[in-house]
């Protein structure tokens, strides 16, 4: 089997691409969509999905429009996945900022570098856990490889980027040099595959953190938050669809917009939407 399998040929040369790895991800990358579908772009929707998903719970998503291509997990060394298996992974490197769902499998995120196999010009990958509020096309044109920070708590966090949105150039090269540094001796990339695209692209380009606004923004930094200028936003850590949401309460608001999204009903404006301090 090839390593990607297309349900279909692509319909232009940028597309946007998210990941699903099991079910619970199809609920986000079905918000996602329809977000992206809200915005008016005609780019290509496209989902990356494992193994892992039950192809027949991927046919809300194709309903949708979107275009799913089932990629191989990486051939990476038996050392590897048991370095980057989830109970590992959480002791050698716990999350203290937030809570991750059990549903997080880290070792499965390194599936996302398969992007640089497509068959695109350009493409913007964007986490199955986020949703677009504006018009994003214009990241097309942004260089290989632009990402925004990691900032959600504190201004220091500038010098790391998230990689729950950025934007790529496939080509076939640059996956093949991903994979041969990738699994070497002894690696250990703490974040999955967000340490390693640091490492692989030390010197990446910056997006502002408006196209990849981290929900915890809204209570850590809330002078930070501004509707009119989002264009991504993204619920790191815990998921809105989650029943047992530990910062529900908190968050209210943004899960809400994010359930609009998902069920398909009306979106309000944007950019009237009262702030965290409102």
Known sequence: MAALTASRPAQGRHAYVTLVTNADYVLGATALIRSIRHTGTQADCVVLYTGGVDEARLAPLESLGA??????????????????????IHTLAPFTKGGKPVFHTPLDNFSKLRLWQLDYDSVVFIDADAIMLKYCDRLFAYPDFSAAPNVYETMADFHRLNSGVFTARP???????MLAKLDVPGA??????QTFLESYFPDWHGLPVFYNMLQYVWFNMPALWD?????????????????DHPKRAQLLPLIELWQRFANGDAIPDIASLPGPRA
């Open 67 to 88: 275009r799913l291509v089932l990629a191989e997990f990486m051939p990476v060394s038996p050392a590897f996945a048991e370095a980057h298996a989830r109970d590992k």
């Open 227 to 243: 509707w009119k200028a989002i264009h991504v936003l993204h619920y790191q850590y815990e998921k809105p669809w989650q029943t």
């Open 171 to 177: 080509a076939q090269a640059t996956f093949d040099d």
């Open 188 to 193: 250990f990339w703490r974040r999955t595959d």
